[in-house]
């Protein structure tokens, strides 16, 4: 087909069969994505579909409420590796929330362009990129050997170096969704900045940064690679006979799923299905909560 | 001195601790390393903990490396290994470190073949020349000569390894470098050894991973302690021992009565001698500091022990583990008081 | 609280009436005194991500020291990884790292830019769409362990009898040249391709909505089929942007754990053969580890330095490319 060809018309015989054999290929072309489409969630089905009947036949109340059986055991559960995960994430999230919100509201508000925020918004993506094992290993090195033992704090730091960046890229997109009149009109009326941050673009902008944080919280409950070698595992619970252990190994979901997916043990296998279906579920639902959130409101 | 506390203490743990708690303090220990013991040991502090509640004891199975490393970087409290530890290692450590065999174990070769043939036989010339990935197909002659009457398949054997550094590789590589030459001078032994890199060479992590590899590969051929096996129950091949005889696990007592311990704890027993022997068996160890400036914890490690010692090696049997002789028990008992 | 703004003063802003609560008044000095302290502690924030990635770089940079002194680039090249007779070698977890994600990149790629063709150009009703749309988030939002239980329970069983039939007929191309046992390759790279479709899939969406419907209108206007406009306009146009996609792509797969270290089969060799077990950079480092020594910690620093530079070039690459593309655009 030459650009400066007429469009094709049924007059012309030899130019109908020729569009003829282009819609063909265009037909072709569209089942063919249509069939790559249904494909793609062919993986997403099986997902589901294992965790709903493999995980789903185990899930009882035993699970939320028992600790992980040794290798022979029947029954057991996971109910300290769920305390576990969210003693760390809420560690974590108090660390990355705080910090990364700041961070955001310089680069969105205080100083957009400067040299500093290039660097940081630079800082921010490279963090974004690093291999969450990298992240183990530096909470290894800073936390675990300087305390002398695997720790939910540990695992806790090392989550909290994934989550950052997502809190700081997600809340400067949300805080410079602020439409700038709100802003101006707040600035024209002899506002300072930190009156406009708190009363215009926080509260304005609070839904989608709490989609960052959602979905950041969502990524660390996932993670296992971190937790390897900073929180490592534990049989026990956090809180075991009125024994707060914060500085010793901490289970955890992800941790207990890796670990039970390699055992040669049915009970174990059962209750890493069911961990996955309830570990996929907590996540899920941070992510549509984060949904119902994130509706832009203007 | 110590005998009347430690016979209260036994009662004390035997009567459910029901009236007086033996502690005043709440001690949690932790503990990380060989997977090998690891199924006993988690039974053992699980009953612990139902004991005396105020006792905790949290142990990882990483596998013997990683327990001693941790134990070297005083990330736990005691470590468990098969391989005991490395001279050098345990110049490492200021505090003095006791080694305490808790209890003992075969390892078996466990395999994954179409139909489930029971009671495999290995013979001695054949089983190191698969690790040495030397045999490579189930229908090799030597094989089925050693097994008239068994379908062995036209398929290549995929033989699983560790993939950590393991007490488990160390006893078995001890135990093929001892009865065949060219293992010894090619791969030699030791927590981790260069296993041939074929397609058909797969590593695992921990015991754990191994037993489920071997498991869902059709084909599939490794090395585990026999409580795995039975707990997992797959298959274990009949190895040929010292006298010829093919000898399935799982009545290694006499075997182990044998091995004398000496002052250091450690003893080895390659190949041991005997009719009716099972070739691969080993104690695995407990590790513990001498000195620990904690006097609760160090108690703590102490009963522990106590527990194993008594409590504790009343399941070894029905768990797959070889109890520990009478006279073991007693040198461990009185070793067990150099932990202050 | 004479700082805070009132709502209604908002509201009202030509209100006259002089309200000594009103934010019409020159900032005091504790407003001005609490202005600058929370500008600080902005400031703070930006300097603590600033120390994060330097301290991250340092703390294995510098500890990876010994290992680069020690081994230097041997240990790029050497093939054998023996801790037993301290010989690294991690020229084979290089090379899986490499070819996993390289396999990974080619089927997801080609997945995930169907799907944001799919998702973008006019092939389904909007109500429809979001429903794809969620799938490949859905996608995204699964942790990794769960793909590699996934991997272990599904895929491997699921792809074994092909890769027989496939050895049995194809064997002569080294791709096809040994029969899958379990874990290996494959697998690992065909779940690898499913975690990093979502990425591929939502940033090529980006690139694809961003190109001006003027574009395609004029396209359409020379008598062009959906699919003409699809692929010599659409796509070429968007190509800056789809290309920085896969980047992305391959930069989040080369850095993936856990679902390789579950799936690949640890075994320290190069070969081609996509049924063969291989190895990973970041599977090593997972099992190696919490076992390693003060001589390995140098070693796998020094591997984790090598996982940590390969990734943040191809992120920065991908990143810079969306950037540029995103310019373009706008120019």
Known sequence: MSDTQPPPSRATPSLQRKFEGRALRSMVLSGLVWFLAILTSVPLLSVLYMLITQGGARLNMEVFTELPPAGFEMDGGFGNALVGTFFMVGIAALIAIPVGIMAAIFLAELGPSSKLATAARFAAKTLTGVPSILAGVFAYALVVITTGTYSAPAGGVALAVLMLPIVVLTAEEAMRMVPKVMKDAAYGMGCTHTQVIWQIVLPTGMPAILTGVMLAIARAAGETAPLLFTALFSNYWLLQEGHLAVMSPTAS??????????????????????ASLVLVMIVLIVNIVSRIFGKPKF | ???????????????????????????????????FPAPIYLSWFKNLNKANPDLVVDYQSKGSGAGVQDFLNKTVDFAASDSAMKTEDMAKVSEGVQLLPMTAGEIIVTYNLPGNPKGLKLPRDVYPNIFLGKITKWNDPKIAAANPGVKLPDVPITVVVRADSSGTTAVFTKHLSAINAEFK??????????????????????????????????????????SYAKLAKVESALLQNKEGKFVAPGNSAETLAAIKIPEDMIAWAPDPEGANAYPIVTYTWMIFRKNNNDAHKARAMRDMVEFGLTEGQKIADALGYIPLPQSVVEQVRKAAANIK | MTYKIKRDAMEK???????????????????????????????????????????????????????????GLDMLTGTVWDVGQQQFGILPAIWGTLYSSLIALLIGGFFGISMAIFLTQDFLPARLAAVFRTIVELLAAIPSVVYGLWG?????????????????????????????????????????????????????????????LKTKQAAYGMGATHWEAILKVMVPTA?????????????????????????VGNSNQISLSLFAPANTLAALLALNFPEAGPNEIGVLMYAALVLMVITLMVNILGSMMIMYAQRGVKA
């Open chain 2, 185 to 226: 001078s090619s791969l030699g032994e030791g927590n981790t050894v260069n296993w041939p890199t074929t397609n058909k060479f797969i590593k695992s992590p921990k015991n754990d991973g191994v037993t489920a590899t071997v498991r869902q590969t059709p084909g599939a051929i490794g090395y585990i302690e026999y």
């Open chain 1, 253 to 274: 979901m992800a941790v207990l799923i890796y670990n039970f997916s390699g055992m040669p043990f049915d009970n174990q296998l059962e209750l890493a299905w069911a």
């Open chain 3, 239 to 263: 190509a800056t942007g789809i290309f920085g996609s896969l980047v992305l792509g391959l930069g989040r797969a080369l850095g993936e754990t856990m679902a390789l270290a579950m799936l």
């Open chain 3, 13 to 71: 802003p030509f209100a006259l009436d002089v309200d000594t609560d009103s934010i019409c008044q020159p900032p005091s000095s504790s407003t001005l005194l609490i202005d600058r302290t929370f500008r600080m502690f902005a400031r703070l924030g930006v300097f603590v991500v600033l120390a994060l990635v330097v301290a991250l770089v340092l703390e294995i940079g510098v500890k990876a020291i010994p290992g680069i002194q020690k081994y």
């Open chain 2, 1 to 35: 001195m110590k005998k009347p506390l430690l016979s209260t203490l036994v009662v004390a743990v035997a009567t459910l601790a029901l009236s007086s708690p033996a502690f005043a303090d709440k001690v949690r220990l932790t503990g990380s390393g060989a997977s």
């Open chain 3, 152 to 212: 272990i329970f599904v895929v491997i069983p699921f792809i074994r009898p092909l890769t027989d039939v496939l050895n049995e007929s194809f064997g002569w191309i080294p791709f096809f040249s040994s029969t899958l046992s379990g874990p290996g390759l494959l697998p690992a790279a065909l779940v690898l391709a499913i975690m990093i479709l979502p990425t591929i899939a939502a940033v090529s969406q980006d690139a694809l909505r961003s190109v001006p």
